[in-house]
């Protein structure tokens, strides 16, 4: 069992930046790979970005490459992700979760039905 607890979301003007948090229960951290998605009011819940175990590969949904970065501290269960450039449609609530399924890594991850865990989710809001 894994349990998932995000922090750091807030409200920010555009082009500011914020950092999220999600610290994970259990000493099998580093087997998961770890996921954030969002979920903005009447829409699905979408893929932003994923790491693997070790944090050797990174995938990112294009609406988010160049400004969002993904990492992990397998030491403190800790997963990243620091918003930079934020936009009004990255409002969402950001969702962290956790997974361990074989396969192509950019492919599984997307998937939401592919992860274990969830956390409570953060609201992250961007005015203009």
């Known amino acids: 069992q894994v349990q998932l607890v995000e922090s750091g979301g807030g409200l920010v003007q555009a082009g500011g930046s914020l950092s999220l948090s999600c610290a994970a229960s259990g000493r099998t951290f580093s087997s998961y790979y770890m996921g954030w998605f969002r979920q903005a009011p009447g829409k699905e819940r979408e893929f932003v970005a994923a790491i693997t175990g070790s944090g050797g590969i990174i995938s990112y949904a294009d609406s988010v490459k160049g400004r969002f970065t993904i990492s992990r501290d397998n030491a403190k269960n800790t997963v990243y992700l620091q918003m930079n450039s934020l936009k009004p449609e990255d409002t969402a609530v950001y969702y962290c979760?956790?997974?361990?399924?074989?396969?192509?890594?950019?492919?599984?991850?997307?998937?939401?039905?592919?992860?274990?865990?969830w956390g409570q989710g953060t609201q992250v809001t961007v005015s203009s």
């Open positions: 979760a956790a997974g361990r399924r074989p396969g192509v890594f950019a492919a599984i991850v997307v998937v939401t039905t592919n992860y274990d865990y």
